[in-house]
């Protein structure tokens, strides 16, 4: 009968929270539940469904004295609820208040029922933990906060350094974006581009993306010309002696427009692009 009481009180705890959600009101706001939530293929609320069904399944087994199933029935959903606030983690720093709860009561039910068996449990679920700490999940942020250009990129890749060294001699300011950053990979995959650099030029909501040493070196040489001739006019105007434009020569060899886009750095074949 004592073991009945927490799945009974967990029970009532996801009922309470499935009805303030069917009424639009959430006992934890969380980023991190929202994002795992929008990872899920069916509706957030069929999750507190499941759990409510197996507190109530965890209570019956109580009362008929089944204590192995219980046990076990027990460990099973821990294991379940780790991989779930795992991967709240891994997405947001921020971890759902409710599944927390959640987690606690699944904890002190499996250590009611065997001490010895919640002992071994803590193995699968830190490895689930560290499984997910070490895997490259993409988290829940903006790479492109603030208008400007923006340029994935990678240190060792010589088309990367070409086209960093063509903006630097026009001064057109830039932010790189490692390509081997989780998110900036994903976003570049989510276009379906598979070389670096890949420039992205961000006004508002507008974006301009160039891919390619060749192309971002000519689509910005024009943007560089065009700028400094009404600098010139403007200088004219003003009876102020004009600067002359010069010309950017690539040094870097290769004949290609990019590297493979990779989460590793790169240093590929200039010739081949590999």
């Given at each position: ?10 029970f ?6 499935t ?8 006992l934890c706001?969380?980023?991190?539940c ?15 469904y ?16 089944f204590d192995?199933?219980?046990?076990w029935?027990?460990?099973t959903?821990v ?25 606690a ?6 250590l009611?029922?065997?001490r010895r ?8 679920a830190?490895?689930?933990f ?8 993409p988290k ?12 994935i ?22 932010k ?6 989780i998110?900036?990979?994903y976003?570049a ?5 598979s ?9 508002g ?7 390619g ?24 105007q ?6 002359q ?12 427009e990019g ?10 074949d ?5």
């Amino acid at each position: 009968m004592k073991k009945a009481i927490l799945p009974i009180l967990l029970f009532i705890y996801i009922i309470v929270d499935t009805i303030m959600k069917k009424n639009g009101v959430e006992l934890c706001s969380s980023t991190g539940c929202e994002m795992a939530g929008q990872l899920l293929k069916f509706d957030s609320l069929y999750l507190n469904y499941a759990g409510a069904l197996g507190a109530l399944v965890l209570a019956l087994l109580a009362f008929l004295k089944f204590d192995k199933l219980f046990t076990w029935l027990s460990a099973t959903m821990v294991i379940f609820e780790s991989l779930l606030i795992a991967s709240q983690l891994n997405l947001n720093p921020e971890v759902c208040k409710f599944c927390l709860g959640v987690y606690a009561f699944l904890w002190l039910i499996l250590l009611t029922a065997n001490r010895r068996v919640a002992l071994y449990a803590t193995a699968p679920a830190i490895a689930v933990f560290v499984a997910l700490s070490i895997l490259a999940i993409p988290k829940n942020k903006s790479i492109l906060q603030k208008d400007g250009l923006y340029l994935i990129a990678s240190k060792t890749c010589p088309h990367c350094k070409k086209t960093k060294a063509f903006l630097d001699k026009e001064g057109i300011k830039y932010k790189v974006l490692p390509s081997t950053d989780i998110n900036n990979f994903y976003f570049a995959k989510s276009l379906n581009i598979s070389k670096i650099p890949i420039a992205i030029d961000k006004r508002g909501d507008r974006f301009v993306i160039t891919v390619g040493d060749k192309e971002i070196i000519k689509e910005y040489s024009k943007k560089s010309k065009t700028a400094k001739q009404n600098t010139q006019e403007q200088s004219i105007q003003t009876s102020t002696p004009t600067q002359q434009v010069q010309e950017f020569t690539p040094n870097f060899a290769g004949k290609d427009e990019g590297c493979e886009l990779s989460i590793q750095e790169t240093s590929c074949d200039s010739e081949s692009g590999k």
